[in-house]
Structure formats: C-alpha cells, structure tokens
C-alpha cells in the first residue's frame, strides 16, 4: 500500500472512533442532593388531629357509694391485720385521723432490751414515723429511734379502697359479713358492705386480711406516744 493511501486510511478510522464515541457517551448522573424536586415530588405535610377524649367515670356511681361509706360511718377504727410483712402473725392497728398506731406481734420475753420496740407510731400527714417501746412490760420504756416513713408504713383498710377503677366481678360473705368482690387497679378487694372497707385483698400474689374490727372506739392517747 502506498503512504498516501496509508495516511488516508488512518484519518478515516480516527474519524470514525470519534464519531462512535459522541453517539454513545453515557448520560450526565445528577446526585439526589442536586435534583430539585418538582411540585408532585414535594409530600405535603399531614395534618395532625388532636383527638380529644371525654373523661370517663371508671367507677360506677354504685360502686363508688360504697366505697364512701367509711368516710361518714367510720371516725377511728381498729383491727388486726395480716399480710406480706406479718407472716402468719396479726399486727394490731389503731387509727384515727392521720394518726396511726400498730403493734407487731411480740413475746414478753424480747421487750426487756435496749432496742426493744412493741409500737409503730405513724404520722400520714407529716409522713413521719417512730418506733417505741411503751407496754408495761417494757425494761426500757420510751423512744426508740425515727423510722424511715416509706420503710415502717403499712397500707390501712382505707388505702386499699382510695381507688380510680373498681369493677365488680362477684359477692361473697367473709367472717359471717357481706362484700362485694372488686377488681381495681391495686388487686381484688372484698369490701364490707355497711362499713365500705375491705376484709381481704389479694394483689401481686399476696393475701391481706383485716379481721376483729372495731369502729369508733380508738381515742387519742392510742394513737399518740405516752412519752
């Protein structure tokens, strides 16, 4: 082949490479950050409704009668109790208005220390609490020392029925008195019915029993140290 022949050759194949490559260049990629969205791209914000709930009475007015009851039947009351912090032992209570007294079961025989201690002195609306030994048989009469309110309190008859929900789910007759069974939001309450306080509770697996009530007979000086 002749070099003009060879020059005119290779100018043609460079001609034609460049030509292929226009044709077939890949398109430009614009990053979502460089994309403006158009106007059907856009979602509109939703509109947030504000659902406003009536409040609803958990408790019917029926229900709610008799667990008033003790507030204008009951001025003090006395009992004694059994639950979780008792064992198979009765802690005695004595209780008028924020005060309350208990006495944990004890044995003559270990009320002749020091440290002895035969009452609980508790005040609910001063959240205060104090230990003493006050029992004539008592060796060492007196205060013992300031208890931790939240440790040294116990849950009153009146405590159980302080609720926001109650349902009634039966009747039954405890200790030779009528109740309504309750399931509320702190357990299941059987609630005596002329007085409107429980005689049992049952709740995270535990029994309680409030047995040998007394009411209106507790006075001040039960409820109040001697010394």
């Excluded at 460089?34 to 007015?61: F, G, H, Y």
């Excluded at 029994?207 to 007979?217: D, G, H, K, L, P």
Aim: glycine residues 4%; proline residues 6%.
């Amino acid at each position: 082949m002749k070099p003009r022949h060879l020059v005119l050759l290779t100018i043609l194949i460079l001609v034609f490479i460049v030509a292929c490559a226009e044709k077939y260049q890949a398109p430009t990629v614009t990053s979502p950050q460089q994309q403006a969205p158009t106007n059907a791209e856009i979602p509109k914000p939703k509109e947030e409704v504000q659902k406003i709930m009536p409040l609803r009475d958990e408790i019917e007015p029926e229900i709610r009668d008799l667990l008033s009851k003790h507030k204008t039947r009951i001025k003090s009351i006395y009992y004694k109790y059994r639950g979780p912090k008792t064992g198979s032992s009765f802690y005695e209570f004595y209780i008028k208005d924020a005060k309350i007294k208990y006495k944990p079961s004890q044995e003559t025989k270990f009320l002749d220390r020091p440290e002895s201690v035969d009452s609980i002195f508790i005040d609910s609306k001063t959240k205060t609490a104090k230990s003493y030994c006050e029992a004539a048989y008592c060796t060492y009469k007196g205060k013992k020392q300031d208890l931790i309110y939240d440790d040294a309190y116990i849950m009153t008859v009146f405590d159980w029925v302080d609720v926001i929900q109650a349902t009634k789910v039966g009747e039954e007759v405890i200790d030779s008195r009528s109740t309504w069974k309750l399931e509320t939001e702190k357990g299941t309450i059987w609630v005596d019915l002329f007085y409107g306080i429980p005689l049992k509770a049952e709740s995270n697996g535990n029994v309680y029993r409030f047995e040998q009530i007394a009411v209106n007979s507790v006075q001040d000086s039960d409820v109040v140290p001697s010394s």
